[in-house]
């Protein structure tokens, strides 16, 4: 097999990531090699746990060749992790183990070149502390990029935050006309590149029903200028539309993607209309990033009922 390799980190250790791996695995056969930097012994624990068999096949990090590479076994980087039992609480007495498996995962992929990358779930509170608002900031940091964009993917629809985890409080500071311009830009060269053609896109407001009873509200100052300069060359872009009226059926039939202007804005819909059925995808990166759209789900760990949908999305995806 000499398709490009899946790079795919754990993350938290406590997660339901390697089980929703397993029944990933389970259900599909996959043209590119499969590899995931994770704990051998935690693999072989959780495995043995939820009752899955899988050989593994343990390589290097410093492997340059994947021609020899399928997915009979699970290829394996292994990092080192000590733990008393399987399924602990998430603390942060993992985030080592966690920030080495990035380290070596990014590390591995700009050594090889390579393009397709999946992380599992990590907590925010305990592994990103503050430091950055999620992943998609965190990896943005390790790489040096300073324009990213979170876009929650489905071939039906689409959306896209304009800011990320962010409190509410503080979401009317971060809107900008030039961050608007670099969140379309992005998105606009993603579906060119993956499908040959410019998105119609809608954008939100940020008040309800895009009013307000003060002068100079956002969608006066940023986001209405910020929608015609861009219509200038992107005929395909429409708002600013009231949060509660674009998501309804006859508006999205008309859009590709949807750009709100804060997390829950897009995402609670988005959840709503497809489940799990959703892929996470990291705009401006060297490489494509995806993550399935759950979070650790410490409360389902051990129990087997996890749907791997978004995972199996995901790998799917990037199989091409």
Known sequence: MSKEP??????EPNSI??????????????????????????????????NFSF????????LKSFSKLNNKKINLINVDYKFNKCF????????????ETFEIALNFIKQNNLSKFINGPVSKKSFLKGKTLG?????????????VAMLIFNKSLSVSPLTTHLALKNVPKKITKQK?????NLINNFYKRKFNKLPRIGITGLNPHCESNFQNSEEDKIIIPAIKKLREN????NGPFPADTIFTKSLLKKYDVIIGMYHDQVLSPMKALFNFDAI??????????ISPDHGPNYSMLGKNLSDPKSLIQALKFLDK
């Open 280 to 289: 996470n995808i990291t705009l401006g990166l060297p490489f494509t990033r």
């Open 6 to 11: 899946i790079i795919i980190v754990g993350g």
């Open 234 to 237: 992107h005929k395909k872009i």
């Open 135 to 147: 992943i998609t900031e965190y990896l943005a940091k390790k790489t040096k990029r300073k324009k």
């Open 17 to 50: 990531f390697l089980e929703i791996f397993f029944k990933s695995i389970k259900a599909n056969n996959y043209k590119s090699p499969l590899i995931i930097i994770v704990s051998k012994r935690l693999l072989q624990d959780q495995m043995k746990k939820l």
């Open 180 to 184: 608007i311009y670099n969140q379309v």
């Open 55 to 62: 050989k593994i096949n343990e390589i290097d990090k410093e």
């Open 88 to 99: 602990e609480k998430i603390t942060s007495k993992s985030n080592k183990y966690i920030n």
